[in-house]
């Protein structure tokens, strides 16, 4: 399931999507990528879509927003605590180039499933209007109450990108 309703012909999504799984060599890169490759999904809607908070497969109790400001353009970040392997381990999602955020949608804020987060825009991708969805897992002995700003969230120290199809529920 993703955050907004399919915005390409054909009830597809993903106009560009997660590659670090990809060969060095085939990986993309611009002199505004801040990390190898790109590690979520683009996906493309109309300017003003409400943008949903999405609950991961497995996930125990509500999201947490974690930042909600200026990253990839206007960006959201919320926390999910996912049951894997006998054990709850943390998840952050990135919600990114955002036209604006929800009132609700501010640090510190449990959101359940299906809270709007904002509306789909262009902000840091001037022209290109889609959502920006990032699925990241917080590495291992990582206490996400002590790192402060969206930047360091996304740190390689502090997580992970991950392929978001080994996450997100299936419709």
Known sequence: RYPIPPGLPGGRYVVSGYDL???DALQRRGRTLSHVGHGGLDLPQ?????????????????????????LFGTTVITRHAV?????????ILLFGHLES????????ASLPEGTVLGAVGDTGSPELV??????????????LAKIAGGGNLIAESVSVVCDPRNVLQLK
């Open 101 to 108: 955020i929800a009132p609700g949608a501010s640090p510190g």
């Open 46 to 70: 109309t300017r003003g879509t409400p943008v949903a908070l999405v609950a991961l497969d497995h996930q125990q109790g509500d999201a947490q927003v974690l930042f909600a400001g200026k």
């Open 130 to 143: 889609h959502l920006h969805l990032e699925v990241r897992r917080v590495r291992d002995g990582v206490d």
């Open 21 to 23: 799984d990809r060969p």
């Open 83 to 91: 049951r894997e392997a006998g054990r709850v381990r943390d998840y």
